[in-house]
């Protein structure tokens, strides 16, 4: 049987496989297009995020919003996603054994999207989808492929938002990410 959003959705918001789903006020899915050609992964929903069941709502995602706008996006265009769709407690990174209960919804999101490039926001995810020892301090803003799709990691928003000195470098990764847009996407358009 053909996997569909719905379904997957569904599926998802009932989940038990991992003890986060004790604790969680929502599943957080994901949001956008669900034709989108750039996939954005950050690690997991913050509180505001387990309030509302959507994710990057909080500070973080007003900051993730404004990256988007300058260069010329908006969520509406992209898919946003996580690594683990419930809450860890008192926003502590998820664990491994969460990750991998997981992982599956991500992998399934990923083949219903078919986009043509992943953006990680954040070590965590980078260290999930690109390399377990991924340092983002090194590594951010460069090209990696998997599967045929070009995938990059960028800091997280959060951390641009507790180190402000960062945003130079976020901003040359983003110009970077709008040239692979503008490149490889046909739907998309990087302004």
Not at 33 to 40: G, P
Not at 92 to 120: F, M, S
Request: proline fraction near 5%.
């Amino acid at each position: 049987m053909k996997d569909s959003w719905e379904a997957l959705a569904q599926e998802c918001r009932s989940c038990r496989e991992c003890s986060l789903c004790e604790t969680r006020k929502n599943v957080v899915f994901g949001v956008g297009s669900q034709n989108a050609e750039v996939l954005f992964i950050g690690e997991g929903p913050g509180a505001n995020e387990d309030e509302q069941g959507v994710p990057f709502v909080g500070r973080a995602g007003k900051l993730l919003d404004d990256m988007l706008a300058i260069i010329g996006l908006t969520r509406e265009q992209v898919y946003i996603a996580n690594i683990v769709k419930c809450r860890p407690p008192d926003n502590r990174d998820p664990l491994g054994v969460e990750q991998d209960a997981c992982i599956g919804y991500l992998r399934r999101q990923v083949a219903l999207l078919r986009p043509k490039i992943i953006v990680c926001l954040g070590r965590i995810a980078a260290m999930r989808i690109i390399r377990e020892d991924f340092k983002i301090s090194r590594e951010h803003g460069q090209w990696f492929q998997k599967a045929g799709v070009e995938v990059m990691a960028i800091y997280h928003p959060a951390a641009l938002l507790r180190d402000p000195r960062r945003r130079p470098e976020a901003f040359d990764d983003l110009k970077g990410l709008q040239a692979k847009i503008n490149e490889l996407c046909e739907h998309t358009r990087a302004e």
